[in-house]
């Protein structure tokens, strides 16, 4: 088992950019493939995109692609989300989900973190 831990939020700019974190415990969270999702106010939650844990592999939300980038060192397993020209449509919860297994794709994530709060202002 593991557990997810994000970081990065608070309160952007428009047209700035965000750059969130998500560590996980234990020496083996290189292995879990990991993803970010967000839930924005009076929305459902969105897929993001995510990345394998050998990091061969990305996969993004359709809506999200070009305008997010998953990364991740190899040696720790952090995975980070990057984003620029932010804006209030960005606002939201992220949050950090890890599982088993290769396949990035939006399913199937046992572990959450507790989210980070990510606000826009206009």
């Known amino acids: 088992q593991v557990r997810v831990v994000e970081s990065g939020g608070g309160l952007v700019q428009a047209g700035g950019s965000l750059r969130l974190s998500c560590a996980g415990s234990g020496s083996d969270f290189n292995t879990y493939t990991v993803a970010w999702f967000r839930r924005a106010p009076r929305k459902d939650r969105e897929f993001v995109a995510a990345?394998?844990?050998?990091?061969?592999?990305?996969e993004y939300g359709e809506s999200m692609k070009g305008r997010f980038t998953i990364s991740r060192e190899r040696a720790t397993g952090t995975v980070y989300l990057q984003r620029q020209s932010l804006t209030p449509e960005d606002t939201a919860v992220y949050y950090c989900?890890?599982?088993?297994?290769?396949?990035?794709?939006?399913?199937?994530?046992?572990?959450w973190g507790q989210g980070t709060q990510v606000t826009v202002s206009s």
């Open positions: 990345i394998s844990w050998n990091l061969d592999r990305t």
């Open positions: 989900a890890a599982k088993r297994g290769s396949a990035p794709s939006p399913n199937e994530y046992a572990y």
